[in-house]
Every structure is written in structure tokens, then in C-alpha cells.
């Protein structure tokens, strides 16, 4: 039933699809779809706009209108099956004794074409952002990967590429696994490995790992 009330809205015209309101909404009613925030279900927002605070682009407001009545009781349902799913077998679960990393170094700027463990080589190539995102890395990701880590954003694209095309083009890479973030900046990384492969007439199998603001792999 729709009542009269406070509740956030969201200007998808500002909004950068940075993420930063996602955490600070406590109800879970705040997700990034397709790069922008989104408001999940109206019934989840109590409309205290407690999010606000962290938006940096002033493109959420509280807003008076007819929406959805807040649910407390279907906020808790909510939440509790978003931990269900993120933890499907939490009781199997068991901590990595030691690490997975059979290689240095992991920069991608740093790790030269011509490394021998490059090599019929399993390469996972990680958005820095995402290995501190994801609690599970080692355990999910690491093992028998070459792990090349980088940042799309705040680093050379061009020598990324170039870097990239001379790997698949020296060594027999078996397979790319690509993790990044659900925020818009490592969307760039995805189209760095394509280019090369592109560049390099190489074709190689990958595919495509996104981490959300929270740390879950999104479906």
C-alpha cells in the first residue's frame, strides 16, 4: 500500500555509480544497477536518507511523495536472505592456511612480458580494488593463477594494452579470468584485455567476475 511519505530519490544524471551510499544504507535498499544507484524496493528505504552524507555528487535527496510504506520486518527478511545467498555453505567454509600466490611480482606495470611463469599460464588479472574488496581471494581466485593486479583508472591504458599484447603474444595463455568491482571505473579493465587480444589476433577464453561494494560476487 502506498502512503504519503519521506523517502530518498536519486538523480541518475549525477549520479557516478561510485558506491559509496550503498554501505552507508543499513536497509540494504541502495544497490549499483547498470552504473547507477538504485533504490531496490521502496519498502526498504525508511527515509532518513542517512546515505546522503556520503553521496560526493549531491545526487540523492529526500523527497515527500506517495511510495511504498517502510517495512521493517521485510527489511530483516531482506537482509538475512542477501547473507544467505553471499554464504551459501558458511559452515563448510575454511580459512586458507597459507597463501596461493606462486609468483612475484603481481603489478601489472611491473611483470615483464618475457617471465617464464607466464607460460601456459592460467592469468587472473584483479582490479586492485576487488582483492581488497573480496574476502575470499586466495581461497576462490588465487590458486594456479597468474595474478596480474592493476588499476584501469589512475593507470596508463595504452601501456596496459601494450603489456597485455606482448604477454599473449610471447606465451601460450590457457585462459583470463578478469575480477573487478561493480563500480564504473574498473569497467575499463574488461576492455583492455579485448583490445589486446584484439591487437595481438589472439583468441583466448575468459570470463568475467564482478565484486560488489560489500564484497559479494554479483550473479
Known sequence: MKVLRQIIEIDEEKCDGCGLCVPACEEGAIQIINGKAKVVSEKYCDGLGACIGHCPKGAIKIVEKEAEEFDPDAVEEYLKSKEKASCTTCEEIKPVEKSQLGHWPVQIKLIPPHAKFLDNADLLVLADCAA??????????????????????FDDVNEYVEKFKAIFSQHEIKSIKVVMMEVPCCSGLLGIIKRALTEAKKEIPYEVKIISIKGEIKK
Open 132 to 153: 581488497v574488496a573480496y574476502p575470499h581471494l586466495h581461497r576462490d581466485f588465487l590458486k594456479d593463477k597468474v595474478v596480474m593486479i592493476g588499476c584501469p583508472k
